[in-house]
């Protein structure tokens, strides 16, 4: 029988992994870092299966693929189907205009309204409500995947992958570019944080000028706040401008904030090509499945599918370089 090798066991390595055992494959994982942990670029992400918001400044595919995560992981992990409640100061209301023109998927919400839904965000007198996306904790569904892969006779190697390798889908990020010469990295920043005296029970987009920010629940006070996206490939650290609008955010939504604890802080690097949709490309004996950019919980199930149709069906999906096979 045919022994797939996923090399990476990031998200899209483990989500690859996941569908094609799903398909009866057998696979076997390689990764130097072992189990899922800061190390990834995933292990950093908001978790937010947001397709409608994230339709405000990305590609057609990214509504229209990113529909089908909400349901592929709540087969494999806790999924919270509380939708998306995007708000703006008083000042960037255009903002929340031009959100509302290029989105859809969305309800208008008044003060009441918002007020309704999250009790403890107050003084945004409208909103958009976007109720069919949901959000998960990623790190939980990486170990989650990680499990269910085990059980399935999953075989981890917490070691480079060989060379040589036959039936190898290369799934590393940005450690594939000596490969895939048009990925590029994008930075992220994001902070981990408690409050107890704050209740939100859904994500929450504040509209900014320069970035949109977001934070989202992790239960018993915590929340992650992010994210930046810099065309930078400096991953060292935080900026102090970065890390003062998102606390600032953090305190535009409830001054409560502004006591909270900082616990983490997160700088990756986003794999991205140049039109910041994923790809699947076959070079030789081995596929590549990469450059999720700020997508990977959303599109990883859709990368993933089209990494099964053309490795067991050789069927290609519409993420596949047909220029580059």
């Not at 397709?51 to 992990?77: F, H, M, S």
């Amino acid at each position: 029988m045919t022994v797939w090798s996923i090399i990476g066991a990031g998200v899209a390595g483990l989500a690859v992994a996941s569908e094609l055992v799903a398909h009866g494959a057998k696979v076997q994982v390689f990764d130097p870092g072992g189990a899922p942990g800061p190390h990834g670029c995933s292990w950093w992400a908001g978790g937010m299966l947001a397709p409608w918001c994230e339709y405000e400044n990305a590609e057609e595919p990214v509504l229209r693929l990113g529909q089908l995560a909400i349901d592929w992981w709540a087969k494999r992990t806790l999924v919270h189907r509380r939708g998306t409640l995007v708000v703006a100061n008083p000042r960037d209301l255009p903002d929340l205009r031009r959100f509302a023109r290029r989105t859809e998927g969305f309800s208008k919400v008044d003060e009441r309204e918002i007020t309704l839904l999250e009790p403890d965000l107050y003084g945004f007198g409208k909103g958009l409500y976007f109720d069919a996306e949901a959000y998960l904790n990623p790190r939980q569904a990486l170990l989650d995947l990680s499990h269910q892969l085990q059980d399935h006779g999953v075989e981890f190697h917490h070691a480079s992958a060989p060379t040589g390798l036959d039936n190898a889908i290369d799934c590393r990020g940005l450690h594939a570019r000596e490969n895939l010469q048009d990925l590029r990295g994008v930075k992220g920043e994001m902070l981990v944080i408690r409050c107890p005296d704050v209740t939100l029970t859904r994500p929450i987009r504040l509209l900014h000028p320069r970035v949109p920010l977001y934070i989202v629940p992790r239960g018993d006070g915590v929340y992650m706040l992010g994210a930046t996206m810099i065309e930078s490939e400096d991953s060292s650290r935080i900026t102090a401008r970065s890390m003062l609008e998102l606390l600032s955010a953090a305190y535009a939504l409830n001054p409560a904030f502004g006591e909270a604890e900082v616990l983490e802080i997160g700088v990756d690097l986003r794999p991205a090509f140049p039109d910041n949709l994923p790809r699947i490309r076959r070079l030789g004996p081995t596929i590549y499945a990469n450059g999720l950019y700020r997508h990977g919980y959303l599109l990883a199930p859709a990368l993933a599918k089209g990494v099964a149709d053309l490795a067991l069906d050789n069927k290609h999906s519409e993420m596949v370089d047909e220029d580059r096979t």
